[in-house]
Each structure stands twice: as C-alpha cells, then as structure tokens.
C-alpha cells in the first residue's frame, strides 16, 4: 500500500511542481488531472526514496520535466515504485 504521508512543507512543494507541471503534460496526457499529478509525486517520493522537492521545482526545464515525463512514463500506480531502472535526477541517493 501506498505511504501518501507528507509533511506541510513536502505538501507545499508538491504542490508547487504539479502546479508548474501540468500545463505541459497536458500537452502530452490530456486526461490528466493536477491531482494525478499530486499523487504520482508523492508516491515516488515515499515508495522510492525522497525526493529533493526544493531543488526539482527550482531546476532549469529541461532537468524539470525530464523527472516529471519520467514518472508519468515509469511508475507504477499500484505501488509506487519506479520501473525500467528510471532514477528522477532529484532524488536523494543518500537516503535510497
């Protein structure tokens, strides 16, 4: 099962990446919802190992959205986890 605990300021963050993201990815998932967004987010970040929040939503685009597409593309909804050996540029290796 899923972990969808987030501290406020892991919600803030989140929030402001799906926020900046969603305009593309519609582009390329049309279905898609802000919320989807949300929730693809903070399960790679607890199902994988965290993320550097902070650091993703204040990246150049190209480093931004390439962690976005990547877990559009990868993940697995049931669990969370990443698959295809995808590692998002933002995550934490010290804490995998």
């Known amino acids: 099962m899923i972990n ?5 300021e892991e919600e803030v963050l989140v929030g402001k990446i799906a926020e900046k993201a969603i305009k593309q990815v519609k582009l390329i998932y049309p279905k898609i919802s802000k919320l989807d967004l949300i ?21 150049d685009d190209q480093n931004f ?10 993940i697995d909804k049931e669990t969370g986890k ?6 998002p540029r933002f995550t934490d290796y010290e804490i995998l």
């Open 65 to 74: 959205f390439h962690d976005i597409f990547g877990i559009m593309r990868h």
């Open 39 to 59: 929730m693809n987010i903070v399960a790679v970040h607890n199902e994988n190992g965290k993320l550097r929040l902070e650091d993703w939503l204040n990246a």
């Open 4 to 8: 969808w605990d987030l501290s406020l």
């Open 82 to 87: 990443l698959k295809n050996f995808f590692e």
